[in-house]
């Protein structure tokens, strides 16, 4: 049995040492950035702390991540003060914002559901109808002077059809017994 290689060399340890690469540098930044940032949410979640981070990228780009804020962390360690208990203004406001956006972004699903039902009806309506009007079934008697003309052409397509057909299969029969004698 074969055993089939591996595309990918899978998670490796990296040596810690200065990347030379400036595009290797700039990606393993942006990675290892977005990594950070998440261990920062899960310190602050697991103990309820305050955290403020700051670095450049290798391009000099600043970045920057606080919670609740980064002017309250930056305030508290400046003026080396703590703040009052459950001094969650901050944080709830960005959580009232988010809830907002949320409520938002709902909405205009719902109206874009809605929508899409409406047109939805209305196709199974035209279908139905449809299928009650078949263009061949309608009688003579009801058709104005278009739709006449517009029902001859069909008929004479079908007929121009139909005889293309039937001239082709008794040439393809006067062949097969032409073979035969």
């Not at 450049?56 to 930056?74: H, L, Q």
């Amino acid at each position: 049995m074969a055993t089939s290689g591996k595309k990918t060399r899978g998670r490796q340890k990296i040596e810690m040492k200065l990347i030379e690469k400036e595009d290797e540098k700039l990606i393993t930044f942006s990675k290892r950035r977005s990594g950070i940032y998440k261990k920062i949410c899960e310190l602050t979640t697991l103990c309820g702390t305050d955290i403020l981070f700051l670095c450049f990228s290798p391009a000099g780009k600043p970045f920057s991540f606080g919670v609740p804020s980064i002017d309250s962390v930056a305030n508290r360690f400046f003026n080396n003060n703590t703040p009052p208990p459950n001094d969650n203004t901050q944080l709830e406001a960005h959580q009232k914002e988010r809830i907002n956006q949320i409520t938002q972004y709902y909405n205009e699903a719902s109206m874009q559901v809605d929508a899409a039902k409406d047109t939805q009806k209305i196709l199974a309506q035209q279908a139905s109808g449809r299928e009650t009007n078949l263009w061949w079934e309608t009688p003579i008697e009801q058709l104005n002077q278009q739709e006449l003309e517009e029902l001859e052409s069909r008929y004479t397509n079908h007929i121009n059809k139909l005889y293309d057909t039937l001239s082709k299969k008794v040439a393809a029969t006067s062949n097969a017994n032409e073979n035969l004698l």
